[in-house]
T-cell receptor, first 114, second 118 residues
Framework: AQSVTQLGSHVSVSEGALVLLRCNYS??????LFWYVQYPNQGLQLLLK??????LVKGINGFEAEFKKSETSFHLTKPSAHMSDAAEYFC????????????FGTGTSLTVIP | EPEVTQTPSHQVTQMGQEVILRCVPI?????FYWYRQILGQKVEFLVS????????KSEIFDDQFSVERPDGSNFTLKIRSTKLEDSAMYFC????????????????FGPGTRLTVL
């Protein structure tokens, strides 16, 4: 079974500081990888995804993530945090061509300190 | 911009009662999903639906649950006899292509329905 681990259920950064949210997966086959963001009282919004090709993917709002097969990781970064980045972030994986079941991590709540 | 909508935003029910959670997926999408998120826990897959039938379901999706696309726009999740442990946020999602394929497989999520079972 798939497993997604997000280290740190709560992360606090100062405005303007680097944001790093960690995601590791367990799979012998490289999965498709996703980061979703959830703002208060809203649904999940796709930030970025990796399926094939370039391992560094850029998403919306200045976020990017790098797929590292050797580390089974897909960490999310943003060079400079903004107050509007405060939200819940979820990493998710799916095995290609095996169905429609997403496996989500437990989420990381990002707080941005002014 | 098209979006997935869900009603109601909050549903309170008594244990043993039936509830129906409603979703309107994005109009040109063909694949539909339900997820749930128990407070403080991860988002969990319940079921996927394509071509008027269930294509995949998790072990959570037992006989108490059913899904239906009663018309061309709505996609519903029914819980026949609610239990306390069914209290959660339920998310509907839709996509153009299957989640496990490449291309337009992005799942668009609705804002969720918070179900509280008393």
């Amino acid at each position: 079974a798939q497993s997604v681990t997000q280290l740190g259920s709560h992360v606090s950064v100062s405005e303007g500081a680097l944001v790093l949210l960690r995601c590791n997966y367990s799979s012998s086959v490289p999965p498709y990888l996703f980061w979703y963001v959830q703002y208060p009282n809203q649904g999940l919004q796709l930030l970025l995804k990796y399926t094939t090709g370039a391992t560094l993917v850029k998403g919306i709002n200045g976020f990017e993530a790098e797929f590292k097969k050797s580390e089974t990781s897909f960490h999310l970064t943003k060079p400079s945090a903004h107050m509007s980045d405060a939200a819940e972030y979820f990493c998710a994986v799916i095995l290609p061509n095996t169905g429609n079941q997403f496996y989500f991590g437990t989420g990381t709540s990002l707080t941005v300190i002014p | 911009e098209p979006e997935v909508t869900q009603t109601p935003s909050h549903q309170v029910t008594q244990m043993g009662q039936e509830v129906i959670l409603r979703c309107v997926p994005i109009s040109n999408h063909l694949y539909f999903y339900w997820y749930r998120q128990i407070l403080g826990q991860k988002v969990e897959f319940l079921v996927s639906f394509y071509n008027n039938e269930i294509s995949e379901k998790s072990e959570i999706f037992d006989d108490q649950f059913s899904v239906e696309r009663p018309d061309g726009s709505n996609f519903t999740l029914k819980i026949r006899s609610t239990k306390l442990e069914d209290s959660a946020m339920y998310f509907c999602a839709s996509s153009e292509a299957p989640a496990g394929g490449i291309g337009r497989n992005e799942q668009f999520f609705g804002p969720g329905t918070r179900l509280t079972v008393l």
